[in-house]
Structure formats: structure tokens, C-alpha cells
Nanobody
Framework: QVQLVESGGGLVQAGGSLRLSCAAS????????VGWFRQALGKEREFVAA????????AYADSVKGRFTISRDNAKNTGYLQMNSLKPEDTAVYYC????????????????WGQGTQVTVST
């Protein structure tokens, strides 16, 4: 069993940056992929970014490519999402997830989810 806790969300102006963290406990997640998803009010949850267990392969949604960077520190059992050049349309609850070793783009690729952290980008 893995417990995930996200942190780092908040209110930021458009063009600003935030760094989300995803701390895992219960057991090591070093052999698992890590993903980030988001859900805006009234919309379905969508894929944002994912990273393979080894950290040598990443994937991004087109909407965040070039602005967001996913990373991980297996020694700290923590995943990260660096978000730069934020836009109002990035406003959502952001969730981290841990699951299949390859770090997939689909929610079904993940077995464990955090509770989410709110990111609000103002104009």
C-alpha cells in the first residue's frame, strides 16, 4: 500500500510558477511510474505528465509541453511537477498517482492516488 500526499499548490498570477510535490509513504515507489493528472471544475480528469520508474522517460500532455517538467527523487520517495508560464486554463485540482512501471497516460495505469492540491492561476 502506498499513501500519497501532494503539496505546493496555491494561487499564482498568470506567467508565474509553482512546484508541486508528491510524497509517498508506506513503501518505496522506486519501481513504479509516477503520473500527474488534473481536474478543472466541471470537467473530467485529464492527464498532465508521467515519468517512468527509472526517470529516463517522460510524457506530457500537449497543453503543458514545454512549460511543465516532471521529475522524481527515488531516494526521497517523492515526485515533482515544476509548472512554469502558468495560464488561467491550468487552474485545477492536481493529483499525483503511482502505478505501472512505465508511467502511463491513462488513469487505469495507476493504482494509488493522492487527495489532490488546488492550483489557481489568476489573470
Amino acid at each position: 500500500q502506498v499513501q500519497l500526499v501532494e503539496s505546493g499548490g496555491g494561487l499564482v498570477q498568470a506567467g508565474g510558477s509553482l512546484r508541486l510535490s508528491c510524497a509517498a509513504s508506506g513503501r518505496s515507489f522506486s519501481r513504479n511510474g509516477v503520473g500527474w493528472f488534473r481536474q478543472a471544475l466541471g470537467k473530467e480528469r485529464e492527464f498532465v505528465a508521467a515519468i517512468r520508474w527509472s526517470g529516463d522517460s517522460t510524457a506530457y500532455a500537449d497543453s503543458v509541453k514545454g512549460r511543465f517538467t516532471i521529475s522524481r527523487d527515488n531516494a526521497k520517495n517523492t515526485g515533482y511537477l515544476q509548472m512554469n508560464s502558468l495560464k488561467p486554463e491550468d487552474t485545477a485540482v492536481y493529483y499525483c498517482a503511482v502505478g505501472a512501471y512505465y508511467g502511463g497516460r491513462f488513469a487505469d495505469d495507476y493504482a494509488y492516488w493522492g487527495q489532490g492540491t488546488q492550483v489557481t492561476v489568476s489573470t
